[in-house]
């Protein structure tokens, strides 16, 4: 009889707390945060299907200080969640040779996320022209 038992290295319970993995746990838990987010607005949509008092409910929830302050929290956390992103898209995608000279991976962080705040900006201004 052969057996077979491959090594399993003992991982301690807290291995999430420790320096090396902190910042990798952290930013997984912003992606909660942008669930979240995506939670409350679905919300948002079911109570306009139901109608308007159902919506007026919704948007009176939306004005409370408990929202304003989830609000808050989430819209920190969806920056956060962005910005790691973008710190991880050098190390992920093929090397860019430009002119021939490889392009600084900070060069492709700081293009990649002023062309995401450019285009939520965009956005914001087209829904209030939108809106009006």
């Known amino acids: 009889m052969n057996e077979r038992r491959p090594y399993r290295r003992p991982m301690p319970g807290n291995w999430w707390a420790k320096p090396p ?4 746990t952290a930013r997984e838990l912003s992606g909660v945060a942008v669930a979240a987010y995506g939670g409350v607005l679905f919300a948002g949509l079911l109570s306009l299907s139901r109608g308007p008092e159902s919506w ?3 948007v009176d929830f939306l004005k409370s200080p408990a929202s304003l302050l989830l609000h808050v929290l989430l819209l920190a ?12 898209l050098p190390k992920t995608m093929p090397k860019m040779i430009v002119n021939g000279e490889a392009v600084p991976p900070k060069k492709i962080t700081r293009i990649a996320t002023i062309f995401a705040g450019a285009m939520s900006l965009a956005l914001v201004f087209f829904v209030l022209g939108a809106a009006q």
């Open 21 to 24: 993995y902190r910042a990798y």
């Open 77 to 88: 956390a969806v920056i956060f969640h962005v910005i790691t992103w973008f710190q991880t």
């Open 56 to 58: 007026a409910g919704f």
